[in-house]
């Protein structure tokens, strides 16, 4: 069975407030560059962020990702799935959720979360990080340790 394969669980249907207004990200720590000017950056709606809470609540781990787990739609995306998989996450405790689906999650998860990328993970409500976070962190082995403390491998057998 492929690493890909094994997160067939994937909500592709978004939760209808994400059809209505957010705010596209604003962060002091990112690089001018990647800023958006003050004239571009906005508010996130609290419709927005209600449904952005309620899709992080909706597993123990949350991949916001461009595609889908089966079929991502960008390097990064692949990778992160690949990371997980090889980290051997329960598919019954993972979800992901495709933000190239909606403009609103695409820009509102990256304010709600004050990181400017996609992808973005979330363990038990909490952001981790995005692709080369994730990559770094399962390069060092500290990815397997907080995936073990957090519960979401899938169970060892027991000989």
């Not at 992808?119 to 995005?130: E, R, S």
Request: a negative charge.
């Amino acid at each position: 069975m492929s690493a890909i394969k094994m997160f067939s669980r994937v909500a592709t249907t978004l939760p209808p407030a994400f059809r209505h207004t957010s705010r596209p990200f604003i962060h002091e720590g990112v690089p001018s560059s990647t800023r958006l000017t003050p004239l571009q950056a906005r508010l996130l709606s609290s419709e927005t962020k209600a449904a952005i809470e309620k899709a992080v609540s909706s597993a123990p781990v949350v991949l916001f990702m461009k595609g889908t787990p089966e079929t991502p739609q960008c390097g990064f995306s692949r990778a992160s799935i690949q990371i997980l998989g090889l980290q051997g996450v329960d598919p019954t405790k993972f979800t992901a959720f495709n933000v190239l689906e909606d403009e609103d999650l695409r820009q509102g998860i990256k304010e709600y979360s004050e990181w400017p990328t996609i992808p973005q993970l979330y363990v038990n409500k909490q952001f981790v990080g995005g692709c080369d976070i994730l990559m770094s962190m399962h390069q060092d082995g500290q990815l397997a340790t907080m995936l073990e403390d957090e519960k979401v491998l899938i169970p060892a057998e027991s000989s």
